[in-house]
């Protein structure tokens, strides 16, 4: 009996805000609020550092797709549904139908560089203001824009491939190498579809007269496409030496002549190092997620519904807390009324902000206020900010 799908939360639009203070329903009022947010005492013991909480309304200015926005997804694709975990790792032919899609997707993704609400998030952090990110977005962009603050990311990230058997993880574009090779049919139809443009319009009329439904984490749709023949690489790793199954019994790994995955092969297959519909978040990165809340003053929440319950528990756990909490984002979140009760209804800013405008015009415009006000860079004071690997030394014990 097949297994019945989890139900994906929130794909119908959620209430409009009430904006937070009133004055926060333009640009200079949104800005001054803001100001007023993050440069207040914070109450209590809490520390002085913000933390921020992003989704993929952030990385829409960059040409990406998003989920509930006002163009997302689910707004105008009311057929679509992401894979899920177990379909994906447990049937061939919806891994054949994933990579395939994934492989049209990838050149977007890959070719995408973060905006100027990214950042702004690194003006932010430079001021001392900002000491750490959590986001719930894939596609790297905020290592790549603020390397020097620790970021961790939630739901993993496309730019690496994981097996599934031996954990090893393989970089994602040599990955897309492997596709091109296996797939030269497909390959020459992605050749076309990037000279043409049809990959880069965020009109879904062009899309659709284009023959294609571009969706949020480098998914392209092309409907009727041969999904069957596509072909993707094993494990290389578990090829040259394929690991011990539970039982204790040796799987088995096999592939055709190029090198291809295939049936009965017990092991070797490989998916995106994303956590998927249906998977959990691995108990260390949820602690590392607590840990930079119980470790800040301020949330700020960024261009996010909130849908996942793995970020919303994130701000509830802040409000829990106590701490002040600013939302920027274009459309409802996940029962925000809850973050704003108690609040003092003369109050600036300083105990929370509900602002409905775009990061990308925003966040620079505070910034300016910050710098032209005279915030100096003196770090935050309650821990200090070090650079690694993605920016993530600073979760490096709670990850180990």
Known sequence: MRKPLLRIPYTEILPRPTIIPPVASTLPGAVAALRQFLLSPTPGDLP?????????????????????GVRGTYRVNKSYRPIYYHEFVSNHEARKRYWAR????????????PNAGHFAVRDLGQLGIVSRVITQNVDSFHSRAHPHIPTLE?????????????????PRDAFQDDLARLNPAWAAVLAEAVASGALETEDPDAQRR????????????????????????????????????????????????????????????LKPAVIMFGESIPSNIKDA?????????????????????????????????????????????????????????EQAGAQGV????????LLPALVGALQESGVKNE??????????????????????
């Open 48 to 68: 002085a550092s913000t933390v921020v909480l992003s989704g993929a309304g952030l990385s829409v200015a960059s040409g990406l797709a998003d989920y509930r």
């Open 102 to 113: 994934s492989f049209l997707g990838w050149s977007t993704l890959h070719k995408g560089k």
């Open 154 to 170: 939630l739901h993993g990230y496309l730019r690496a491939t994981v097996c599934t058997s031996c954990r090893k993880e393989f």
């Open 210 to 269: 284009r023959g294609i439904r571009t969706n949020p984490d480098g998914d392209v749709d092309l409907p009727n496409a041969p999904y069957t023949t596509f072909r993707y690489p094993a494990c290389p790793s578990c090829l040259a030496d394929p690991p011990s199954l539970p039982d204790g019994s040796k799987a088995v790994v096999e592939v055709d002549y190029q090198g291809a995955w295939m049936p009965p092969s017990s092991a070797g297959i």
């Open 289 to 345: 997620a607590e840990h930079a809340i119980d470790s800040a003053g301020r949330l700020l929440v960024l261009a996010t519904s909130l849908a996942t319950y793995s970020a919303w528990r994130l701000a509830k756990r802040a409000k829990d807390r106590g701490m002040p909490i600013a939302v920027v984002n274009i459309g409802g979140v996940r029962g925000e009324e809850s973050f704003f009760t108690g609040l003092d209804p």
């Open 354 to 361: 509900r602002a409905e405008l775009s990061t990308q015009d």
């Open 379 to 400: 770090g935050s004071r309650d821990a200090a900010v070090t650079p690694g690997h993605h920016g993530a030394s600073v979760f490096k014990d709670m990850l180990s």
